[in-house]
């Protein structure tokens, strides 16, 4: 049952992180760009935690837990970016 | 122990003079003399032994592995050597305490000296041919600084920079000389080196080990053709003259010489080389001296021409000669000494030393006029004086030998001359000096000197007269022992004394000392003469010579390193293609096959990150000139490489991966915000082609490369550190295990890199901040418009609560990084990261303001934290970084490991936090310092040929 389950996870996170790459590409705006790379962080977690569900392993634990603290810091300093230049005033 | 005492006091002392000046001049030059008259007793107190014929040795190891040792030792020729170095050495502190006006830094110059004293002391008694070039080299920097002294004159500083150019260029001879000569002896050490004159001389590397050896003693004792940089450095203050040019430094290479001479001399090439260089060196020295007008100047040269007399003696290879050349040394050394002190104190007291602008000095300036005379008549060779008794013994050698034409009749004749001429150039001191009518036109009133200034030349005269009359008493057991130690055996039965009947030499005397003064009583016609003939300028020779080195060498660089960094990209992958490709060719067949390793299959979700990592990277290829755009997309580069790390199950990458990628954002966006935004066209379509190609050709190679090696099975160093992680390291995370302790010494070296990185990333933005460019940065505006929101109250919160969330993760990391996944590394990054956070929301003042961490003292600590856990080891007896590692309780705690590599962590950790925050900090002040306008003192902004000014100066 749980590898079923897992193989839907797999299939929803790929196609997800498909259709960022198709944002991505495509924009038109810088915002969509960023919110793309943001939202393929979010899959990107999601792809590792199910590597450990998996695996049977915690190892990947801290992986996920890092980008998920730090992968929106990126996206702030990218909007900062955008929105006021200079990052830290 | 005493022996490496003595060399070590006057490094040790160097220290004192810069400290003791705060207590006036006297304290100064009283605490330097006490150190060299220290030194020069302890040598004292070695010199019954050493007479007895014994030889002092005291050896420590140092780098074994290389043959290099501290190890001295004293034997005759060492004593004779430290004894002039360090007696004459005492004259001229003394000397100088009242010769150095209180404009110079006194200091200063006595630091040099000391320094220089104690490089010389140690060519002298070193054991080890290696410790000896240290010493040589130091000698050649110290009297850099000692020439080069007056640095306000130019003559100063460019006699100063040539004679580091020629002596220690000629010390590159010698390293490579003395590597030769060591590897054919099979040893480094002098003692045993001596003992295998056979083996040597029987070596092929015999010939090259002499002619580089003798180049470096050359390019140091002034011979002929390098003797050109020695009048040169007499823009050095006069006691520096005295002491470099009487009895050390160009005594050198005399030493190594007479050092050297039980294995080097006695063959066709050894006779040919020196003699001929010292007989050269010694005729046109001496005829130049006699025309030259500056005392100095007259001294220099005539200090040319006896160095070549003692070359000359070294060269004839006999055991008498070496005995001569030994007491010449001594001689030498005391009236030449004695001759520049008293130009000083002409110098000193009349205001010039010029000889055209004096005489009649004699009623004027009695006592220096004595003096000055009877060293001068020392220097002629005249009977009762020590120069007398050295000279006729070398001109019976030179009778005796008849090296160069088969009569024998060119080298008499030839000394001959040499000494006619050292007559004429002495006499031409006495008399133009101190004979002749007063004059009313001298610069300033001549006098005697005060005491301080004539007893250091009174008491070396006092020694001209002393071994002059009693040779034997006061200079036979020296030499006798000196000259054995320069020849490695005993030396040949001789009596030191004033009449040895009518020889040939005294005939030869005779001659010299009647033609000379014939010389000078017709000067104006022989100097008429000199006149007409040419005068190749040495100094405009070497000059020529190294401005057309100059101009090759940046022709070269220039072109090789023109600044653009395509071209080195260009050339450096372009090798690396050409090797790959050469190599690849050059294979056989079983070689350049595909291996036939299974491969992994790849899944769906592996095919899809696949996708994406191709997608992003071609993206950005594509949209590079788009700066901001290309820099989200290496983001999406840097997530899937990261996932990349975790399914190919190196977690410990993945977290660093991951952690340094937002640094790393954060680094470049600040950076960018100073950038322009669009990177504008600047390769031509050839330039494109060009480097496109290259880079698939790179890429392809690196592709082929990467399939070779993991198509194959191959064993690698990986299974032992698997297998022996846990047992040695005592952690089961074999990552981290490597990090801080198989390769610690690389991270160690590694934190430092970080730390320095970060450092230079400060002070190149500090030149932004505060230097010239400064108002550029603050007149410059935003490129585009910013929304009005500075510190969204939203942002604010969250960042407020990640932190102590962030900082636990952070101790998490560091703690478990021993045996799981994490380290100071990442925990040091992580923390960083939480930090910035702070930073990014509410703005650059108000974080510092409540965290006044010095970030530069934290590097620093970092270093040090790692350092001093590496030093614990050696504490205990353990080598650098050896770590320990044990498991403990504790109550509630339970059971638990400490190791030491936990503190080299924490070192590690506070560096990263340093080196990030310092270079974070200091890009986002810049953006602070943006719309302070200051007055303006500057009449431009940036001034782009300032910066040509400022290069124009420095070069000079």
């Known amino acids: ?89 | 122990m005493s022996l490496a005492l003595i060399v070590m006091l006057p490094f040790l002392g160097a220290l004192l003079p810069g400290l003791m000046m705060r207590s006036g001049r006297n304290a100064c030059a009283i605490t330097t003399g006490s150190v060299t008259f220290l030194a020069f007793s302890l040598l004292l107190t070695h010199a019954p032994a050493v007479l007895r014929g014994e030889v002092i040795q005291v050896s420590w190891q140092w780098l074994p592995a290389l043959g290099l040792n501290v190890s001295f030792f004293l034997d005759g020729l060492g004593l004779l050597f430290a004894g002039l170095i360090l007696g004459i050495g005492l004259l001229i502190i003394t000397y100088s305490r009242f010769y150095l006006s209180k404009a110079d830094s006194m200091g200063a110059f006595y630091t040099y000296l000391l320094l220089f004293q104690g490089a010389m002391v140690g060519i002298v008694l070193s054991d080890n041919i290696l410790l000896l070039l240290v010493f040589w080299e130091l000698t050649s920097l110290s009297s850099f600084l000692l020439i080069g002294f007056w640095r306000h004159l130019p003559e100063g500083r460019q006699g100063a920079r040539m004679a580091l150019a020629v002596t220690g260029g000629g010390g590159l001879f010698l390293i490579a000389g003395m590597l030769l000569l060591g590897h054919a002896a099979g040893s480094y050490e002098l003692s045993v080196i001596l003992e295998r004159r056979e083996l040597i001389q029987a070596s092929p590397l015999y010939l090259p080990a002499l002619l580089l050896i003798l180049g470096g003693c050359f390019a140091k004792s002034a011979q002929f053709p390098f003797h050109f940089w020695l009048p040169h450095a007499m823009a050095a203050p006069t006691p520096v003259s005295a002491y470099l040019h009487s009895a050390t430094m160009v005594k050198a290479g005399i030493f190594l010489m007479a050092r050297l001479w039980p294995v080097l001399a006695g063959t066709e090439a050894w006779t040919w080389l020196v003699a001929s260089a010292g007989l050269v060196t010694m005729i046109l020295g001496a005829w130049i001296a006699l025309f030259k007008d500056d005392l100095k100047g007259l001294l220099a040269y005539s200090t040319v021409s006896h160095l070549g007399l003692v070359t000359l003696l070294l060269g004839l290879g006999s055991p008498m000669a070496a005995v001569a050349a030994v007491f010449h040394i001594i001689n030498h050394a005391t009236f030449k000494a004695a001759l520049f002190l008293i130009a000083g104190i002409v110098d000193h007291e009349v205001g010039t030393r010029d000889v055209k602008r004096l005489g009649g000095l004699l009623m004027l300036m009695p006592i220096t006029a004595t003096l000055g005379m009877v060293a001068a008549a020392s220097m002629a060779g005249m009977p009762f004086l020590n120069g007398f008794l050295s000279k006729e013994m070398m001109l019976e050698q030179a009778w005796h030998h008849g090296w160069l034409a088969p009569g024998g009749w060119l080298t008499p004749l030839l000394a001959t001359l040499g000494a006619v001429f050292s007559v004429a150039y002495s006499f031409r001191f006495i008399v133009h000096v101190f004979f002749g009518p007063q004059r009313d036109d001298y610069p300033a009133k001549p006098h005697d000197p005060p005491a301080g200034l004539w007893l250091p030349p009174a008491l070396l005269v006092a020694l001209v007269v002393l071994i002059g009359l009693f040779p034997e008493t006061f200079a036979g057991d020296l030499v006798r022992t000196a000259s054995a130690a320069a020849m490695g055996a005993v030396a040949p039965e001789f009596h030191l004394s004033i009449w040895h009947g009518v020889t040939p030499a005294l005939g030869m005397s005779v001659v010299a000392v009647a033609v000379g003064l014939l010389l000078l009583w017709r000067y104006p016609g022989v100097r008429g003469l000199w006149a007409r003939g040419p005068h190749p300028e040495a100094k405009v020779m070497f000059d020529g010579v190294i401005a057309a080195l100059v101009r090759f060498s940046r022709a070269l660089v220039l072109n090789l390193h023109n600044g653009s960094l395509q071209r080195y990209l260009a050339i450096l992958v372009g090798a690396a293609v050409a090797l790959g490709f050469a190599a690849y060719l050059g294979a056989d067949g079983a070689a350049r096959a595909p291996g036939g390793r299974e491969t992994l299959a790849a899944g769906p979700v592996v095919v899809v990150a696949w996708l994406l990592l191709m997608v992003s990277t071609l993206m950005t290829v594509i949209m590079h000139r788009d700066r901001f755009v290309a820099l989200i997309l290496i983001g999406v580069v840097g997530v899937i490489v990261s996932i990349g790390f975790v399914y190919l199950s190196a977690p410990d990458l993945a977290l660093t991966q991951i952690a340094v990628e937002v640094g790393t954002v954060i680094l470049i966006l600040l950076a960018l915000y100073f950038l322009p935004k669009v990177t504008p066209v600047e390769s031509g379509l050839g330039r494109c082609v060009r480097d496109g190609a290259l880079a698939v050709l790179g890429g392809v190679g690196v592709g082929v490369l990467s399939w070779a090696v993991m198509t194959r099975d191959f064993s690698s160093i990986s299974t032992y550190y698997l297998e022996h992680a846990k047992p040695l390291g005592g952690g089961a995370n074999v990552v981290n295990v490597i990090l801080v302790d198989f390769r610690g010494f690389d991270t160690f070296g590694e934190i430092i890199v970080l730390g320095i990185a970060a450092l230079a990333i400060f002070a190149l933005l500090e030149g932004a901040l505060h230097g010239r460019l400064a108002p550029r940065l603050r007149n410059w505006t935003p490129d585009y418009a910013h929304a009005a929101d500075r510190h969204p109250m939203m942002m604010v919160v969250a960042t407020r609560v990640m932190l102590p969330l962030a900082l636990m993760v952070g101790v998490y990391i560091f703690l478990r990084g021993h045996n799981m996944p994490g380290g100071g590394f990442i925990a040091g990054l992580v923390v960083a990261i939480a930090l910035i956070m702070q930073y990014m929301a509410s703005g650059f003042g108000w974080a510092e303001k409540r965290m006044p961490v010095d970030y530069h003292a934290m590097i620093g600590g970092g270093v040090l934290v790692a350092a001093a856990t590496g030093i614990g080891a050696m504490v205990l007896d353990y080598p650098f970084l050896t770590s320990a590692f044990d498991y403990f309780s504790l109550p509630i705690v339970g059971k638990f490991e400490l190791t030491s590599a936990m503190p080299f962590d924490i070192g590690v950790f506070l560096t990263v936090v340093g080196a990030v925050m310092l270079a974070l900090a200091q890009l986002s002040k810049m953006g602070q310092r943006l719309n302070q306008h200051a007055v303006n003192t500057q009449p431009m902004d940036y001034n782009p040929s300032a910066d040509r000014q400022a290069d124009a100066t420095r070069e000079n």
């Open chain 1, 1 to 89: 049952m749980i590898q079923l389950a897992l193989y839907f996870g797999f299939f929803a996170v790929s196609v997800a992180l498909l259709l960022n790459l198709w944002r991505l590409a495509v924009g038109p705006k810088l915002m969509n760009r960023i919110l793309a790379v943001d939202t393929m962080v979010i899959n990107a977690i999601a792809l590792i935690v199910l590597f450990g569900i998996q695996y049977r392993t915690t190892m990947y634990f801290e992986s996920a837990l890092l980008l998920a603290m730090f992968g929106f810091i990126s996206t702030v300093a990218y909007c900062r970016f955008v929105l006021r230049g200079d990052i830290i005033e």
